[in-house]
C-alpha cells in the first residue's frame, strides 16, 4: 500500500477494513464448501470430475497456514480460520478419495486367467 494512501487515512481504519474482508471473504468460502461436499456426496462415478491432486494440494496449504498461524505469528484468529479451511478442503479430498475407490471396487473387471486357489494354506 502506498505511503500517500496510508497518510490520508488512518492506519488502525485500514487494518480493520482489512481484517473485517479477511472475515468476510472467509466465511462465505466456508459457505462454499456445502455445494461441493454435497455433489462429491452423490456422485455415482467415483468423483471423477474432482482432481485429488488439486484438492490435496490446496488441503496441504491450509495445513500450512494453520503452523504458520500457530506457530510462526501466534494468531488465533488466523488459526481458527485456517482451521476452517482446512476441514472444508480436507473433508471434500477425503470423500472423494473414498468415492474414488469405492467405484473402482464396484466396477472391477474380473480376470478371466485367474483360477480360485485350490490349494489350503
Known amino acids: 500500500m502506498s505511503q500517500a494512501l496510508m497518510s490520508s487515512a488512518q492506519p488502525d481504519l485500514w487494518l480493520a477494513a482489512i481484517g473485517w474482508a479477511y472475515l ?44 504458520y498461524s500457530a506457530v510462526v505469528v501466534a494468531d488465533g484468529f488466523l488459526v481458527a480460520v485456517s482451521l476452517i479451511n482446512l476441514a472444508g478442503r480436507g473433508v471434500v479430498s477425503v470423500l472423494a478419495y473414498r468415492r474414488r475407490r469405492a467405484y473402482a471396487r464396484m466396477n472391477r473387471v474380473p480376470d478371466p486367467l485367474r483360477r480360485p486357489r485350490t490349494d489350503s494354506i
Open 24 to 67: 468476510v471473504t472467509n466465511a462465505c468460502r466456508v459457505l462454499t464448501y456445502v455445494p461441493q461436499i454435497l455433489v462429491v456426496w452423490r456422485c455415482n462415478d467415483g468423483a471423477r470430475s474432482i482432481s485429488l491432486m488439486t484438492w490435496g494440494s490446496w488441503s496441504v496449504s491450509h495445513l500450512t497456514a494453520v503452523l
